[in-house]
T-cell receptor
Framework: ETGVTQTPRHLVMGMTNKKSLKCEQH?????MYWYKQSAKKPLELMFV???????ENNSVPSRFSPECPNSSHLFLHLHTLQPEDSALYLC?????????????FGPGTRLLVL | GQQLNQSPQSMFIQEGEDVSMNCTSS?????WLWYKQDPGEGPVLLIA?????ELTSNGRLTAQFGITRKDSFLNISASIPSDVGIYFC??????????????FGKGTKLSVKP
C-alpha cells in the first residue's frame, strides 16, 4: 500500500464511450502525475499537476482530459478512445514539484478499448 | 528525446543466485532511481541515488550511481522467489536550474526458479 489509490482497477470501453479514471492520494502531496504504461515501452508521462494547476501536457491527444479539483484527487476523463490507447494508466504523486524523484505510484487502471 | 537503455530485458535465474542489471544513457542525470513492479500493481520505489559514485543498499539490494552520471547498476544478492517482477530504472535530468521529469527504462523482467 503506497498511499495512492486508483479506481477502477480494470475498465473495458468502446470507442464511443465516455469514462473517467480516478486517483486519490493520502500522503499530503502537492504534485500528481498521469503515466501511460504499454507493453515493452518505457512509462510515458502524460500530465503533471502542481498545487492543482496543470504544469505539463506531453502532447497528449485531446481525447484524454485531466482534471485536478484539489491536491488529493486527480481524474482522467476519456472519450472517443482508440484501440491503441489500451494500456495500464498509472497515477503518481510526490511531495512537491522540487521532489519529483520521490514519486509514489498507484496500482493502475488496466484499460481495454474495443 | 532522452532515452535510457536498460539491460538485460529479462532474466531467468535459480533461487539463491545473485542478479545484476544496469541502465545507461547518453545524457547526464542528477538522480537515479530503481523501482520494482509486481504483476497487477504500480511501481514501488526501491532505492534512490543522488550523487555520482553513491552506493546504497536496501536489504539484499544494492544500487550504484555511476561516476560518469550516465549509468546506474542494481544488484540483488541471494535471490528468492518473491524477487520476481519487473525492475525499472529511472533517471532525472537537470535542465538549466530545474529538475526535469523522470525518464524510465523499459524494464528488466526477473524470473526466479525455486
Amino acid at each position: 500500500e503506497t498511499g495512492v489509490t486508483q479506481t477502477p482497477r480494470h475498465l473495458v470501453m468502446g470507442m464511443t464511450n465516455k469514462k473517467s479514471l480516478k486517483c486519490e492520494q493520502h500522503l499530503g502531496h502537492n504534485a500528481m502525475y498521469w503515466y501511460k504504461q504499454s507493453a515493452k515501452k518505457p512509462l510515458e508521462l502524460m500530465f503533471v499537476y502542481n498545487f492543482k494547476e496543470q504544469t505539463e501536457n506531453n502532447s497528449v491527444p485531446s481525447r484524454f482530459s485531466p482534471e485536478c479539483p484539489n491536491s488529493s484527487h486527480l481524474f482522467l476523463h476519456l472519450h472517443t478512445l482508440q484501440p491503441e490507447d489500451s494500456a495500464l494508466y498509472l497515477c503518481a504523486s510526490s511531495q512537491d514539484p522540487g521532489t519529483k524523484e520521490t514519486q509514489y505510484f498507484g496500482p493502475g487502471t488496466r484499460l481495454l478499448v474495443l | 528525446g532522452q532515452q535510457l537503455n536498460q539491460s538485460p530485458q529479462s532474466m531467468f535465474i535459480q533461487e539463491g543466485e545473485d542478479v545484476s542489471m544496469n541502465c545507461t544513457s547518453s545524457s547526464i542525470f542528477n538522480t537515479w532511481l530503481w523501482y520494482k513492479q509486481d504483476p497487477g500493481e504500480g511501481p514501488v520505489l526501491l532505492i534512490a541515488l543522488y550523487k555520482a559514485g553513491e552506493l546504497t543498499s536496501n536489504g539484499r539490494l544494492t544500487a550504484q550511481f555511476g561516476i560518469t552520471r550516465k549509468d546506474s547498476f542494481l544488484n540483488i544478492s541471494a535471490s528468492i522467489p518473491s524477487d520476481v517482477g519487473i525492475y525499472f530504472c529511472a533517471g532525472q535530468p537537470f535542465y538549466g536550474g530545474s529538475q526535469g521529469n523522470l525518464i524510465f527504462g523499459k524494464g528488466t523482467k526477473l524470473s526466479v526458479k525455486p
